[in-house]
């Protein structure tokens, strides 16, 4: 069996100022590298084989604090990256709703339903998303625990295509930064053992 710990990034300051980041390459703040400390403070697995991240700076860092506490390289994997959100990336969620207000209730109504303009859809995430899981397990083999940072939509995507619910329903799929969620890989099939864990946020 294989194991995937799938983690959110640490927390940046355009999630704190609710601005649009998608592929933009922001930084962690410092509330994000203190999360990540404590992330590997409490990690809950004593060893790791592999780990993987979106090559964005917030998803990179974020796997470098766990990298570092199990002696590994991270390896960044381009197709682990956020959501393109073409136009919306940099302006405030406040202000798109007042200015797009029918494509911004879309995108909690119908987010199946929604191309970003110059960007992407949510079905070509998870397409590239799952791809990039399955490529990833198969490298790594049978009885590997391997660990892989990405984003809140490249996770949703992941879990909704597992569960085998529709994509408009993703936003019932909670993702806090640094969460940690578990996924088995057995005999060809995922299952979900930890969904959205912040624990070590509560210590």
């Known amino acids: 069996m294989t194991k995937i710990i799938l983690i959110r990034h640490g927390v940046t300051d355009w999630n704190a100022e609710g601005k649009i980041q998608g592929q933009s390459d922001t930084q962690l703040s410092s509330e994000g590298m203190y999360q990540a400390r404590m992330l590997i403070a409490y990690f809950p697995f004593e060893t790791i ?27 960044p994997v381009r197709e682990l990256r956020e959501i393109d959100f ?7 969620f406040e202000d798109v709703a007042k200015e797009e207000p029918a494509e911004f209730k879309k995108f909690f109504v119908q987010p199946d339903m929604l191309m970003f303009k110059g960007g992407e859809s949510f079905a070509e995430v998870q397409s590239r998303a ?19 940072v990405t984003h809140g939509a490249v996770i949703r995507t992941i879990i909704a295509a597992i569960l085998e619910m529709p994509l408009r329903k993703i936003w019932s799929i909670k993702q806090y930064n640094t969460a940690v969620n578990v996924l088995n890989f057995d005999d060809g099939d995922y299952s979900i053992e930890l969904m959205n864990s912040i624990n070590h946020l509560q210590n």
């Open 130 to 148: 799952m791809l990039s899981l399955k490529k990833i397990v198969k490298l790594n083999g049978d009885k590997k625990q391997i660990v892989i």
């Open 86 to 92: 073409g136009n919306w990336e940099g302006r405030s």
């Open 49 to 75: 084989d592999a780990i993987y991240s979106s090559n964005l700076q917030r998803a990179m860092k974020t796997a470098e604090f766990i990298a570092n506490k199990f002696k590994l390289e991270v390896i």
